[in-house]
C-alpha cells in the first residue's frame, strides 16, 4: 500500500471519500448520508460481510477495557458507538457501577443504538449522545477508557479525534481503537481483496437495496492509515506505551495507548 493511499485528507481542501476525493467541508455530510441509510440493517450487514467475525473481534477488544466486575465506579466513552454493540457488551460483562456514553454523529444510529439498549435494560448503565468525535461535548479528564470501533475511519480529520480521546481521558486512562487494517497474511489478503471488492457489494445489493454504502466501506479501508502509520498518529497525539495487536491477520487490528 502506497503512502499516497494512507491519506485520508489531501492537500487544496479536498478529503479521500472511499477512492474518491471530495471538498473536505463535505466528507462528513457523506459519511453522514452513508450511516442514515444503512442504519436499520447495520446489525444485519454486520453478520452477513464478515460471516459473524465482528463479533470476536468486539469481544476481544471489549475483554481489553479491563472494567470492573465489582462495585467500582468506571466510565467508558465510546465514540462513534452506532447501535451499541461495544457499549452493550461492555456493560454486561462489567460490575454495576460501569457506566458507558455511547457518542455518535448519526441520529440514525443512535436510534438503533437506543432501542437495544432499552431492549436489554440497560438506560441506567448506558447514555447515548450526538457528538463529533472531532469536537467532543465532554469536560478534561472525565472518563477511564475511550473506545472508538470502526469508527475512526469515518471521521475526516483524525488526529483532531485523536486529541479529543487525549483530552476526555483522565491520568492513566486508556485509549482503544478496533479498526480494519492492513492484511499480511500471502493469500488471506488476495481472498480478503476478492471478497471486499466483489463479494461485499453484491452483498449490500441484494441485502440492503444498495452497494453504494459497502462500497465506501471497503474503500475507506484502503485509504486508512496502516498499522505502524496510525499507531504514530496515536503517539503525536499524545498517548504513551502504544501498542498494536492484529486479528485475523491484519484485517482488522487493535491499537491501545494510555494517557499517562
Ligand atoms: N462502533 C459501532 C460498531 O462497531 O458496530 C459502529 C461503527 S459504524 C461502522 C461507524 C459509526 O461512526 C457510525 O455510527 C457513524 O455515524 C459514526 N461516525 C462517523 N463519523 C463520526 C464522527 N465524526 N463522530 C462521531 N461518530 C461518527
Redesign the pocket.
Known sequence: MSNETHEQNNKGGTASFGFRNVPEDER?GL??GV?SSVAAR?DLM?DLMSGGLHRLW?ADFVAMIGAPRNDQPFRLL??????G??ALRYAESSGPNATAVL????PE?LEEGRTKVAAKGLDARISLTQ????ALPFPDRAFDAYTI???IR???HIDA?LREAHRVLKIGGRFLC?EFSECRVPLLDRLYDFHSFEVIPRLGRIAAGSGDPYRYLVESIRRFPNQEAFAGMIREAGFERVSVRNLTGGIAAIHSGWKL
Open positions: 462528513q459519511v453522514n450511516f447495520y454486520n468486539k465510546d465514540v462513534a458507538g452506532g447501535t454493540d461495544i457518542a455518535d454523529i448519526s444510529m457528538g463529533n468525535a472531532e470501533a470502526f469508527g469515518n471521521v475526516t479525534a478496533l
